[in-house]
Each structure stands twice: as C-alpha cells, then as structure tokens.
C-alpha cells in the first residue's frame, strides 16, 4: 500500500490503556495522515443501543439499532469526533455506563461485521490513515503497511486510565481485567496480536519515545 499513490495504512492494536489514541493520533499527524479510533464507532452503537433502552443480551435489536444509527466519523488528528443522528457524542461515549456496555455490543458478530465494512470504506477513501483498536491487523486491515501491537503492564495500564479519568486506581484496574477478558475471549474477532505485528511495550517508555520508534519502524517500511 505505501508506494501505492501515496496510500499508507498502519494499524495499532491493543488493551486499553496502552496509549493507542494518543500514540495513533500523534503518528498520524506527523504522517499528514488521517486517524481512525474504531472503538469509539463501538462505543457510539453502544450509547444508541443505551439510548433506545435495548436488552444487551439481545442481539438482534442491537444489530438493529446499529443498522439504523447514522455515523458520522470525524478522521483528523488534531480533532477526532463521532456523532449519532446528528449529535455529538465524543463525551458521552466515554462516560461509565457505555464502559461497562461496549463489549457487550460489540461482542454482537452482525454488529462487528457493520462496523468492520463502514471501517474499511473510511479507510479506503482516507489513502494515509493510522487506524487504532483490537482488530485491526487481524480482521480489519489485515494487509496494513505496518501492523503494531502496543502493550503494557497491568499496573501501568490501571494507572494511566485511572489518571485520565480521574477514578480510583483499584476500580479501573478491575474494570480493565474485565474489558481484556471480555474482549480476548469474545467468538467474533478477539483481542489478538497479528502473527505479523510488531509488539512494543510501553510500560517503561515516554510517548515520545514510542512516536519515535513507530517512525523509525515506518521508515524502513516505506524505503
């Protein structure tokens, strides 16, 4: 894809708290390319699917509600957003109750499979793009010019989302288990490094040194 007029695709996985949005979101900006957060097209199904007070065990009416959601992806770097008919959501995404919903939506295969075919139509039409979640170098941009998985410490992970967030360590350290285990363990498309990723642990590594190492990776990709 790189020498293909231009196009360029890199696509970072791994658990939350790894730093995939800020890393991705800086990579892409230094790339003038456009950036992708899939999650928070999950986590805008998710606030519709809350919205419209669905079961979440039921997956039709998920898959339904997903169907008729209209997204809107906003793909720069310096100002990522998503919206849902027409209304913001970039907040409300990230708030607790959709925490705790999204890997129940987005453990629904015809919900993932929506999503997936909307992905790879954004991504088609970007050119350059840095794409960041759980699938992507395995379902989502399997032949992606740069394929990374970022990782981390559980402890790491806790305390950056607990910082961010401004909630107890403990609490955020339990809920990210239990977000790992779900989406690991999930039939459709699991958590999982692409058998051709490149992994790099952040634990003990600035983000500028993770930017870095991500160029210098891009550079040899792209000679």
Do not use: C, F
């Amino acid at each position: 894809m790189a020498g293909e007029r231009g196009q360029l695709v890199v696509a970072v996985d791994g658990p939350s708290g790894s730093g995939k949005s800020t890393i991705s979101r800086r990579v892409a900006h230094a790339l003038d390319a456009r950036y992708l957060d899939t999650g928070a097209m999950y986590r805008a199904v998710t606030w519709a699917v809350l919205r419209d007070n669905v079961d979440l065990t039921d997956a039709e009416k998920i898959h339904a509600v997903a169907v008729a959601a209209e997204l809107t992806v906003g793909t720069d770097p310096a100002a990522p957003h998503i919206s849902v008919d027409g209304v913001g959501v970039d907040r409300e995404i990230r708030g607790a109750e959709v925490t705790q919903a999204v890997s129940a939506v987005s453990a629904v295969p015809a919900v993932r499979a929506l999503l997936v075919a909307l992905q790879r139509d954004i991504i088609a039409a970007a050119g350059r793009i840095v794409v960041e979640g759980r699938d992507i170098g395995t379902v989502v941009a399997p032949d992606a010019d740069l394929k990374v998985y970022l990782t981390a410490s559980a402890d790491e992970r806790a305390r950056r989302r607990s910082t961010e967030n401004a909630a107890n360590q403990a609490a955020t350290a339990a809920d990210l288990a239990r977000r790992d285990r779900l989406d690991s363990t999930r039939a459709a498309d699991p958590l999982r490094q692409a058998d051709d990723a490149v992994v790099l642990d952040t634990t003990a590594l600035g983000i500028d040194e993770v930017v870095e190492r991500l160029q210098r990776m891009l550079d040899k990709v792209t000679a």
